[in-house]
């Protein structure tokens, strides 16, 4: 039983970061734009370079294969996206809310995948 609940917990961990990496390769142009108005630089690099976060961590964590390891890329990954993409701190009102909210729902997902770490690594000793 705990195999299979090990496997439902990776999987909907996973689903998130594997749904957006394809979506951001499908709709590639708006993937760049999103991170242009970011604010960052060398939008296609960092649009990239996200789509191959989420899609190899996002792999690694649903098959099992060094879970641990993608689970600690989507977490690195999710906390910076989470800093520079949901700046609550810089709103008001109900925009301050929603990206608080999205903050704390991203915060959430971060302490999954540092569990999901943890425990792949517990039962490879």
Do not use: N
């Not at 394809?22 to 142009?29: G, N, S």
């Not at 789509?51 to 099992?64: D, I, P």
């Not at 999710?78 to 909210?101: C, I, M, P, Q, S």
Request: aromatic share 10%; net charge positive; charged share 15%.
């Amino acid at each position: 039983m705990i195999g299979y609940g090990f496997l439902i917990a990776r999987l909907c961990l996973a689903a998130v970061f594997l749904y957006s990496g394809v979506d951001k390769l499908w709709h590639w142009r708006s993937s760049i734009a999103e991170v242009r108005e970011d604010g960052l630089p060398w939008p296609v690099a960092f649009a990239g370079a996200t789509v191959c976060t989420q899609l190899v961590g996002g792999s690694l964590v649903a098959t099992g294969f060094l879970a641990w390891l993608g689970a600690l890329l989507l977490a690195g990954f999710t906390v910076t996206a989470t800093v520079v993409g949901h700046r609550f701190w810089l709103r008001r009102g109900a925009d301050r809310r929603h990206e608080l909210t999205t903050s704390l729902e991203h915060l959430a997902i971060v302490g999954g995948l540092l569990l999901l770490s943890v425990l792949d690594l517990s039962t490879r000793l």
